[in-house]
């Protein structure tokens, strides 16, 4: 069982940058894959960034490739999603989830944060 609590959310200009942060309960951790959704109001979950369980091979959305980008800590449980050039369309709440490979639908992971918000103004 892994539990996952997000943080680092806020509310930022457009054009800023924000880091989220994913943190990990249990050693299990460190054998999962690992990746970021968002859902914004009124609309359906969706993709944003994936990892595998060593960070080594990343996958992006198209909206957020070269603006976002993920990483994973194995020594410290942890994983990362660093935004920069934030844009009002990236206002949702943000959610970390852990699985066997870097899905990038949401049924590909078992465990889930509960989500930390993002608010972009314009």
């Known amino acids: 069982q892994v539990q996952l609590v997000e943080s680092g959310g806020g509310l930022v200009q457009a054009g800023a940058s924000l880091r989220l942060s994913c943190a990990a309960s249990?050693?299990?951790?460190?054998?999962?894959?690992v990746g970021w959704f968002r859902q914004a109001p009124g609309k359906e979950r969706e993709f944003v960034a994936a990892c595998t369980w060593s960070g080594g091979t990343t996958y992006y959305a198209d909206s957020v490739k070269g603006r976002f980008t993920i990483s994973k800590d194995n020594n410290y449980y942890a994983a990362y999603l660093e935004m920069g050039n934030l844009k009002s369309e990236d206002t949702a709440v943000y959610y970390c989830?852990?699985?066997?490979?870097?899905?990038?639908?949401?049924?590909?992971?078992?465990?889930w944060g509960q989500g930390t918000q993002v608010t972009v103004s314009s």
């Open positions: 249990g050693r299990t951790f460190n054998r999962y894959a």
């Open positions: 989830a852990a699985g066997g490979l870097p899905a990038t639908t949401s049924s590909g992971y078992d465990f």
